[in-house]
């Protein structure tokens, strides 16, 4: 079965530079969640997306942005990185439809900043 | 802040059923229980979920409560695999999944 992509799985960055993460859901999935995991912590959820429009907002810094595409797709848009940014990056995707509420992460994207 | 209190760690010997508490006194009552688990910086697996009946699919079992306040994920055999931080989460249709400590399940041999 299809799962939920993420790309580019690892990415080095230096410092004030920006980076743009990828995910491509589960078909027919609508909605989107991007977290973020620090060394030795828990996944905090950043931002999340349904129907292409913003749905709920957790800790995301001013700096990134993020998106839901038409075909579902979602970018998360980094600027002016610092090194506290590095960390795992983790897309999920869900569905509105019948009773399945469950979401399914992507491998995540290994970000570090240099 | 995550809704749910779990242990932070457990063991269970390899073969043997591991059972996982998990307490959400809070729980309203269209939230579900969401069981998820993380293998070393992997992406969070989904296990299972429930509203207020026990369930079961492959890979466990959740029983509820019959007053939602928690929840017990059953390992039924558990192997060197299964060594993971899992997750209870308590969220409704719609809401995002939030992550509280877990508990760190080492399977022994």
């Not at chain 1, 970018?75 to 979401?103: H, I, K, P, Q, V």
């Not at chain 2, 209870?88 to 809401?95: E, H, P, R």
């Amino acid at each position: 079965a299809a799962g939920v992509i993420q790309s580019p799985r690892h990415l080095i960055k230096e410092k004030r530079e920006t980076a743009t993460l990828k995910c491509y859901p589960i078909p027919r999935h609508d909605t989107v969640y991007w977290y973020q995991q620090g060394p030795g912590q828990d996944p905090q959820f950043l931002i999340s997306f349904y129907e292409k429009m913003q749905s709920d907002k957790g800790s995301i810094p001013d700096r990134f942005s993020a998106q839901q595409f038409s075909d579902y797709h979602s970018e998360l848009n980094m600027s002016s990185l610092e090194l506290g940014d590095s960390a795992l990056y983790f897309c999920a995707s869900s569905t509105t439809l019948g009773a399945r509420t469950e979401a399914f992460f992507g491998q995540g994207t290994r970000l570090t900043v240099v | 802040d995550a809704k749910t209190t779990q242990p932070t760690s457990m063991d269970c010997a390899e073969g043997r059923a591991a059972n996982l508490p998990c307490n959400h006194s809070t729980i309203s009552g269209n939230e579900y229980v969401y069981w998820y688990r993380q293998i070393h910086s992997q992406g969070p697996q989904y296990i299972i979920h429930g509203l207020k009946n026990n369930e079961t699919n492959e890979m466990a079992s959740l029983i509820i409560t019959e007053d939602r306040k928690s929840s017990t994920l059953i390992l039924p055999h558990a192997t060197l695999r299964d060594t993971a931080v899992y997750y209870c989460i308590v969220g409704g249709y719609g809401q995002n999944f939030v992550f509280g400590p877990g508990t760190r399940l080492s399977v022994l041999p």
